[in-house]
């Protein structure tokens, strides 16, 4: 009787967390369409390059691979940035085919 109460919590956590990440993903394919969206995008791309070409620079000395360290983990964070939107919608794309072919079965 506990396993199936435990089993029950679970699956209700589980339709919750699935709503959410539904509702997130509505949001991201509108905010992804808008103006604003393309604006962010551009503007990441300026900086992006700016910091690529920021690496392509010779180092000197250990303040320069100081820096460059810096640089590389702040063009990774503005490429997450950039893709965190599309892969949240490509995810919860599978998760309602898989969510489909569960229902259908």
């Given at each position: 009787?506990?396993?199936?109460?435990?089993?029950?919590?679970?699956?209700?956590?589980?339709?919750?967390?699935?709503?959410?990440?539904?509702?997130?993903?509505?949001?991201?394919?509108?905010?992804?369409a808008?103006?604003?969206?393309k604006?962010?995008?551009g503007?990441?791309?300026?900086?992006?390059?700016?910091?690529?070409?920021?690496?392509?620079?010779?180092?000197?000395?250990?303040?320069?691979?100081?820096?460059?360290?810096?640089?590389?983990?702040a063009?990774?964070?503005?490429?997450?940035?950039?893709?965190?939107?599309?892969?949240?919608?490509?995810?919860?794309?599978?998760?309602?085919?898989?969510?489909?072919?569960?229902?259908?079965?």
């Amino acid at each position: 009787m506990v396993e199936d109460s435990r089993l029950s919590d679970l699956i209700k956590e589980s339709k919750r967390a699935n709503k959410e990440d539904r509702e997130l993903s509505e949001l991201l394919v509108v905010l992804i369409a808008s103006p604003g969206w393309k604006a962010y995008m551009g503007l990441l791309s300026r900086r992006q390059q700016m910091l690529a070409d920021e690496l392509l620079q010779p180092n000197t000395g250990i303040d320069g691979c100081i820096r460059q360290e810096y640089v590389k983990g702040a063009l990774s964070g503005l490429i997450i940035a950039r893709d965190l939107p599309s892969v949240i919608i490509a995810a919860t794309k599978e998760l309602r085919q898989t969510e489909e072919i569960e229902n259908a079965t």
